[in-house]
Nanobody
C-alpha cells in the first residue's frame, strides 16, 4: 500500500510563487520516478515535471524556466517550486510515483492563479 499526500496549493496572483510538496509512505521505500501532473477543468491530466532517482529531470515546455522539481530520496518526498505563475497554470496538481510499472497518485492539490 502506497500513500501520496500533497500540500502547498492555494490561491496566488499572476507572477507569484507557490511550492508544492508530496510525501510518500507505505510499503515502497524507493521510487525510480516521482513527478507532478496537472489537470485543468475540462482537460486531460498532463505531465508537468518528472525526476528520476538519479536526479535527471524533465519538464513540460510550458513550465520550463519557471518550475523546478526536486526530490529527497531518503525521505521519499518530491517538491515542485513554481515561480512566475500564470493564470493558465491553474489546475489540480497531482503527485505521481512510479514503481514496477505501477503509477501511484495523490488526491491532488488545487492551484489557482488569478490575473
Amino acid at each position: 500500500q502506497v500513500q501520496l499526500v500533497e500540500s502547498g496549493g492555494g490561491l496566488v496572483q499572476a507572477g507569484g510563487s507557490l511550492r508544492l510538496s508530496c510525501a510518500a509512505s507505505g510499503t515502497v521505500f524507493s521510487f525510480p520516478a516521482m513527478g507532478w501532473y496537472r489537470q485543468a477543468p475540462g482537460k486531460q491530466r498532463d505531465l508537468v515535471a518528472d525526476i528520476i532517482s538519479g536526479g535527471t529531470t524533465m519538464y513540460a515546455d510550458s513550465v520550463k524556466g519557471r518550475f523546478t522539481i526536486s526530490r529527497d530520496n531518503a525521505k521519499n518526498t518530491v517538491t515542485l517550486q513554481m515561480n512566475s505563475l500564470k493564470p493558465e497554470d491553474t489546475a489540480v496538481y497531482y503527485c505521481r510515483a512510479l514503481f514496477r510499472g505501477i503509477h501511484y497518485w495523490g488526491k491532488g492539490t488545487l492551484v489557482t492563479v488569478s490575473s
